[in-house]
T-cell receptor
Framework: AQSVSQHNHHVILSEAASLELGCNYS??????LFWYVQYPGQHLQLLLK??????LVKGIKGFEAEFIKSKFSFNLRKPSVQWSDTAEYFC????????????FGSGTQLTVLP | EAGVVQSPRYKIIEKKQPVAFWCNPI?????LYWYLQNLGQGPELLIR????????DSQLPKDRFSAERLKGVDSTLKIQPAELGDSAVYLC????????????FGEGSRLTVL
């Protein structure tokens, strides 16, 4: 079975700082990778996803993530965060071809100070 | 397009009482999921339905939890009797058949067991 590790539980940044949230997964085969975001008081929603092809994927609101197969990583980045990016971020993985076996990491709470 | 609707949003009960949560998925989405989210953790799958068939319920504690999805649309998740450790957020999500793996989540039902 697959698993996901998010090493940063809580990250605090000032506006305009750069962001990188770590995500590592464990699975012996090919995977599909996702980042979901949960803004305060809102439901979980998809930020970006990787299935195949270019390992650098771009999502909504200026976020991007890079899949590094050799490191089993899918880190989330944003060059300049805004106060409105304050939210909880979840990395998730599913085996390719089994899109419905989604496993989530424990999440990273991002707080952006104005 | 209406999103995934869950009710109630909040529920407080005493231990040993029963509780039920309801979910209405996005119209046309054949796959429905119930996830459990404990504080500070990522969502964990309880059960997945393909239409009205439960195809993955390996993580559902069947001694006290039950779920149904009659007619392959709405779903109900029940706990009887509830225990203190059941305090959590219960998330419902749906996805279309043949979809990209993106799940659409409801806002969740927060259960507090006293």
């Amino acid at each position: 079975a697959q698993s996901v590790s998010q090493h940063n539980h809580h990250v605090i940044l000032s506006e305009a700082a750069s962001l990188e949230l770590g995500c590592n997964y464990s699975y012996g085969g090919t995977v599909n990778l996702f980042w979901y975001v949960q803004y305060p008081g809102q439901h979980l929603q998809l930020l970006l996803k990787y299935f195949s092809g270019d390992p650098l994927v771009k999502g909504i609101k200026g976020f991007e993530a890079e899949f590094i197969k050799s490191k089993f990583s899918f880190n989330l980045r944003k060059p300049s965060v805004q106060w409105s990016d304050t939210a909880e971020y979840f990395c998730a993985v599913t085996p390719s071809g089994s899109a419905r076996q989604l496993t989530f990491g424990s999440g990273t709470q991002l707080t952006v100070l104005p | 397009e209406a999103g995934v609707v869950q009710s109630p949003r909040y529920k407080i009960i005493e231990k040993k009482q029963p509780v039920a949560f309801w979910c209405n998925p996005i119209s046309g989405h054949n796959t429905l999921y119930w996830y459990l989210q404990n504080l500070g953790q990522g969502p964990e799958l309880l059960i997945r339905y393909e239409n009205e068939e439960a195809v993955d319920d390996s993580q559902l504690p069947k001694d006290r939890f039950s779920a149904e999805r009659l007619k392959g649309v709405d779903s109900t998740l029940k706990i009887q009797p509830a225990e203190l450790g059941d305090s959590a957020v219960y998330l419902c999500a749906s996805s279309p058949s043949g979809g990209s793996g993106e799940l659409f989540f409801g806002e969740g039902s927060r259960l507090t067991v006293l």
